[in-house]
């Protein structure tokens, strides 16, 4: 069972930057392929960034150029760095992983989550 917390979050200007962290446990980081997630009031949850196990990484369009998603096995961690946010950013961000090798970018539909952080823009 993959168990998963994210941390980071907080409140930002417009312009400013955030680092999420999610911490894993139950598997080794290196088994999983994960990914950050959000979702906005009233919205659907959307891929924000994914990463295979192997390191390959995808983007949603939003947070392409902007969004770095990186993964440090050794201490199972996955990060997001968040840079030139937008209030269009302010969202409920999670943690997704699972045990697998690829998660098929856009396509990734996760088996296990974490509790979420709050990022708020303004």
């Known amino acids: 069972h993959v168990q998963l917390v994210e941390s980071g979050g907080g409140s930002v200007e417009t312009g400013g930057s955030l680092r999420l962290t999610c911490t894993t446990s139950?598997?080794?980081?290196?088994?999983?392929?994960m990914a950050w997630f959000r979702q906005a009031p009233g919205k659907e949850r959307t891929m924000v960034a994914t990463?295979?196990?192997?390191?390959?990484?995808a983007y949603a369009t939003s947070s392409a150029g902007r969004f770095t998603v990186s993964k440090d096995n050794a201490k199972g961690a996955l990060d997001l760095q968040m840079d030139r946010l937008t209030p269009e950013d302010t969202a409920m961000y999670y943690c997704?992983?699972?045990?697998?090798?690829?998660?098929?970018?856009?396509?990734?539909?996760?088996?296990?989550w974490g509790q979420g952080t709050q990022v708020t823009v303004s």
């Open positions: 997704a992983a699972d045990p697998r090798r690829y998660c098929g970018g856009g396509y990734y539909n996760p088996n296990y």
């Open positions: 139950g598997y080794s980081a290196s088994t999983l392929c």
């Open positions: 990463i295979d196990n192997d390191g390959g990484t």
